[in-house]
């Protein structure tokens, strides 16, 4: 009922850009926190940054001064602008969020919330 779909990632050389996106679709009544999470190969996933509904946000000490997440509200998407990165910086990266879905059960509106992952998008810095 809900997707959540990661693009923008592709390979880079070590110093370079990347702004990967998060498109949410599906029966959504709202969008809480979203956020960004990575794995790197054989390493466990990290989470990155977040994000509230009401924009405010959070990172992990080892991306801050260098990523900014951001999302609007009105397309349901969320973005991450990762500038300055590092061949450590490699791996996949996931978005996840807190989604309150609608659902018609009987002819009663249900509201339902819960965390959706999407499936990645891998990110490769080069040195």
């Known amino acids: 009922q809900v997707q959540l779909v990661e693009s923008g990632g592709g390979l880079v050389q070590a110093g370079g850009s990347l702004r990967l996106s998060c498109a949410a679709s599906?029966?959504?009544?709202?969008?809480?926190?979203m956020g960004w999470y990575r794995q790197a190969p054989g390493k466990q996933r990290e989470w990155v940054a977040a994000?509230?509904?009401?924009?405010?946000?959070n990172y992990v000490d080892f991306v801050k001064d260098r990523f900014t997440i951001s999302r609007d509200n009105a397309k349901n998407t969320m973005y991450l602008q990762m500038n300055s990165l590092k061949p450590e910086d490699t791996a996949v990266y996931y978005c996840?969020?807190?989604?309150?879905?609608?659902?018609?059960?009987?002819?009663?509106?249900?509201?339902?919330?819960?965390?959706?992952w999407g499936k990645g998008t891998l990110v490769t810095v080069s040195s």
């Open positions: 996840k969020a807190e989604i309150t879905t609608t659902q018609v059960l009987g002819g009663l509106i249900h509201h339902r919330g819960m965390d959706y």
């Open positions: 599906g029966r959504i009544f709202s969008i809480n926190a």
């Open positions: 994000i509230t509904s009401g924009g405010s946000t």
